[in-house]
Nanobody
Framework: QVQLVESGGRLVQAGGSLRLSCAAS????????MGWFRQAPGKEREFVAA????????YYTDSVKGRFTISRDNAKNTVYLQMNSLKPEDTAVYYC???????????????WGQGTQVTVSS
């Protein structure tokens, strides 16, 4: 049974920083990609960032490039999302995702966390 548990979401002022964490248990694959999605109120869930098992392949949606950094620690089965220069439009529930490779984790990941709320005040 795969479990993804996010943490780190909270209320922060615009221009501030947050680091989200997602710990995975019950690995479904020997190697796997991980990613982050977000869903703002009244909007569809959207891809934010993804990272391959080795960390050599990293992807971001355009709106977060230069502000967000995804990283991972395979020894801890954990992926991180460092978010800097936060904007009110970054307000959303952030979800961790996992699948066998970065193509799948960016499009139709098979495993999801429960989400963590990030609220950016202006």
């Amino acid at each position: 049974q795969v479990q993804l548990v996010e943490s780190g979401g909270r209320l922060v002022q615009a221009g501030g920083s947050l680091r989200l964490s997602c710990a995975a248990s019950g690995r479904p694959f020997s190697t796997y990609a991980m990613g982050w999605f977000r869903q703002a109120p009244g909007k569809e869930r959207e891809f934010v960032a993804a990272i391959s098992w080795t960390g050599n392949n990293i992807y971001y949606t355009d709106s977060v490039k230069g502000r967000f950094t995804i990283s991972r620690d395979n020894a801890k089965n954990t992926v991180y999302l460092q978010m800097n220069s936060l904007k009110p439009e970054d307000t959303a529930v952030y979800y961790c995702a996992l699948d066998a490779n970065t193509i799948r984790v960016r499009t139709t990941p098979g495993y999801w966390g429960q989400g963590t709320q990030v609220t950016v005040s202006s």
